[in-house]
Antibody, heavy 117, light 107 residues
Framework: EVQLVETGGGLIQPGGSLRLSCAAS????????MSWVRQAPGKGLEWVSV???????YYADSVKGRFTISRDNSKNTLYLQMNSLRAEDTAVYYC???????????WGQGTLVTVSS | EIVMTQSPATLSVSPGERATLSCRAS??????LAWYQQKPGQAPRLLIY???TRATGIPARFSGSGSGTEFTLTISSLQSEDFAVYYC?????????FGQGTKVEIK
C-alpha cells in the first residue's frame, strides 16, 4: 500500500524557518514527480513546489527564493525547507505524487504550519 | 496563470438526488482537468482525470464531462459519504491551478 506521511509542522514566528518531511512507503520518491500543495485555513488548494525524478525543481511565485524542495533517496523522503516565513504561509502542507506532470495522486495526510507571533 | 472558477460555492442536495458541479477555466485547458473530493480533516482524493476518466476505485455514480473551458462533475445519486468539498484542477498550463471548491451539503 502506498503511504505518504508528512511531519515537521508547528507554530513558528514570522521570519523563522521550518523543514517539512514526507516519508514514503510502498512508493519510491526518486522515481516520481513529487509536489507540495498547501491549503490555508478554510481556503482552497495551492500548488507550492515540485521536484521531478531527474532532480529539476520548480516553485510557485509566492514561495520562490524562500522555499527549497529536496529529497533523500536513501531515506525515501521528500523535504520542504521553508525560510523567511510569513503569516500568509500558514496552511496545511500536503505532499503528493504528481502523476506524469498532471494530476496529484496519492496525497499525504498533511501537516499544519502556523506562522504567528 | 489560468484561473479556475467553480460554481456554485455551496450546493444543498438531498440523499439520493443528483448533484451537478461546474468548473470554468479562464482559457482553454483542453481535457487536462482533474476533480478531487475532500472531507473535513482529510487530504484530497483524486476522483476524475482527463476530464472524464474515473480514478481507481471511484464509484460509477461519479462522472465528469467537458473540454476547453467548461467542465462538469455529476454525482448521479448522492450517498451520505459524498457530502464533501470538491475541487477541480487544471494541468494544461504551468502552474497547475485549482478552483476554490464547491461544498456539497445535506439539504
Amino acid at each position: 500500500e502506498v503511504q505518504l506521511v508528512e511531519t515537521g509542522g508547528g507554530l513558528i514566528q514570522p521570519g523563522g524557518s521550518l523543514r517539512l518531511s514526507c516519508a514514503a512507503s510502498g512508493f519510491t520518491v526518486s522515481s516520481n514527480y513529487m509536489s507540495w500543495v498547501r491549503q490555508a485555513p478554510g481556503k482552497g488548494l495551492e500548488w507550492v513546489s515540485v521536484i521531478y525524478s531527474g532532480g529539476s525543481t520548480y516553485y510557485a511565485d509566492s514561495v520562490k527564493g524562500r522555499f527549497t524542495i529536496s529529497r533523500d533517496n536513501s531515506k525515501n523522503t521528500l523535504y520542504l525547507q521553508m525560510n523567511s516565513l510569513r503569516a500568509e504561509d500558514t496552511a496545511v502542507y500536503y505532499c503528493a505524487s504528481e502523476v506524469g506532470e498532471r494530476w496529484f495522486d496519492p496525497w499525504g495526510q498533511g501537516t499544519l504550519v502556523t506562522v504567528s507571533s | 496563470e489560468i484561473v479556475m472558477t467553480q460554481s456554485p460555492a455551496t450546493l444543498s442536495v438531498s440523499p439520493g438526488e443528483r448533484a451537478t458541479l461546474s468548473c470554468r477555466a479562464s482559457q482553454s485547458v483542453s481535457s487536462n482537468l482533474a476533480w478531487y473530493q475532500q472531507k473535513p480533516g482529510q487530504a484530497p482524493r483524486l476522483l476524475i482525470y482527463g476530464a472524464s476518466t474515473r480514478a481507481t476505485g471511484i464509484p460509477a455514480r461519479f462522472s465528469g464531462s467537458g473540454s476547453g473551458t467548461e467542465f462538469t462533475l455529476t454525482i448521479s445519486s448522492l450517498q451520505s459519504e459524498d457530502f464533501a468539498v470538491y475541487y477541480c484542477q487544471q494541468y494544461n498550463n504551468w502552474p497547475k491551478t485549482f478552483g476554490q471548491g464547491t461544498k456539497v451539503e445535506i439539504k
